[in-house]
């Protein structure tokens, strides 16, 4: 959050933030006592809100395995057997070790 609005308002620092919050302030009133808007400090709030759900929501996710760039369509681990999307032939892929 200080990052975003510091380039607009040099006083809105991650420090600041925290001195404001250990202060017993709100987030909302920590912006505003360094210099936003009422709307703006409100703005900014909901936009970290959504930004930390994104994050954990991006978190909690499962990763998927990159994919091949292969032309027979294919979704590959190194030695693993690669099974084609529908409509192509099976294969197993042998892979050779790194050169070190």
């Known amino acids: 959050m200080a990052h ?6 040099p006083n809105i620092t991650t420090q600041a933030i925290l001195d ?6 709100s987030v909302g009133q ?3 006592s ?11 709030e909901a936009s ?10 991006d978190a ?3 990763r998927r395995p990159a994919a091949s760039n292969s032309t027979a369509g294919t979704l590959c681990l ?3 057997r690669c099974v084609s999307r529908p409509g192509r032939e099976r ?7 790194l050169a070190t």
């Open 34 to 44: 360094l210099g936003l808007s009422e709307k703006e400090a409100k703005e900014a």
């Open 30 to 32: 920590t912006l505003q």
């Open 91 to 97: 294969h197993d892929l042998t892979m050779s070790p």
């Open 20 to 25: 404001g919050l250990k202060s017993g302030k």
């Open 48 to 57: 970290a809100k959504r930004e930390a759900k994104q994050a954990e929501h």
């Open 60 to 62: 909690t996710r499962p």
């Open 78 to 80: 190194e030695r693993a």
């Open 4 to 9: 975003n609005l510091s380039a607009k308002n």
